[in-house]
């Protein structure tokens, strides 16, 4: 009978190797995690007066977004339906690659992004969430109670 | 973006072939009388996608162009590459002249209708 020595060993170092590369190319990880191949696929970048979200939402009614600042937190939800065709018609799927369904992503925005200073616009299929930071710098008022 | 890319174009096009890109996800679902395809290209203006079918090849590219304040730095980026790319090979019964597509909120929807000689025919069974 044929047994290899080592196959099964092997195949676990691969698979360590393959998680270890992966987390080391993970940049940031955060305690909500930074899951690559969600949907939308999000950029997130900065300027020194704003933070800027870009949900890449193709497809979507702008008026079925929901777009949620709670407690420093973003939250981006909707649903996008399935463009195949429903069971019962004569047409055969061949590809289907494209997300169907609820979705819901949350970011952590940094301690100074303005909830009251936000806009959102969704252009091409993108959604540009723009928030302005505070103005840290500015005297702020105490009020004595 | 201005004058200069314009004129960049045509050079830049012939570069393009070269430079990485993003697959684009796709649907692609066939009936009687044709085949329907589906590709999400979020970020891409209307006038910055480019479909060509040559002999029996399509190829879908477009290039991403956001919306980006002066200065700002990526803190994180999932979308890495500023364009998307795909190639598909048709095959001979589909009519590549007739091909039909509409770009909307960055889904590219492609139709492309089966020639009139390979759409399905009802063979009459006569008995001698």
Known sequence: ?145 | MNDQTDVARNKEESRAAAQAALTPPVDVFEDATGITLLADLPGVPKDDLHLQVEAETLTIEGEVRLEVPEGMEATHAEVSLPRYRRVFTLSRELDTDKVSAEFRNGVLTLRIPKAEHAQPRRIDVEVA
Do not use: C, W
């Open chain 1, 1 to 145: 009978m044929y047994r290899s020595l080592f196959a099964n060993d092997m195949y676990a170092e691969l698979d360590r190797l393959q998680r270890e590369m992966s987390r080391a190319f993970e940049y940031s990880p955060s305690i909500r995690g930074a899951v690559r191949g969600g949907f939308p696929a999000m950029n997130v970048g900065g300027t020194p007066q704003s933070v800027e979200i870009y949900a890449f939402a193709p497809g979507i009614d702008p008026a079925t977004i929901e777009v949620q600042i709670e407690k420093g937190v973003l939250t981006v939800a909707g649903e996008r339906s399935s463009s195949l065709p429903a069971g019962e018609s004569k047409a055969s799927v061949h590809i289907a690659e494209r997300f169907a369904g609820s979705f819901r992503r949350v970011v952590t925005l940094p301690d100074d992004a303005d909830p009251e200073k936000v806009t959102a616009r969704y252009r091409d299929g993108v959604l540009h969430i723009s928030i302005q930071r505070r103005e840290t710098s500015l005297p702020r008022r105490i009020s004595i109670q």
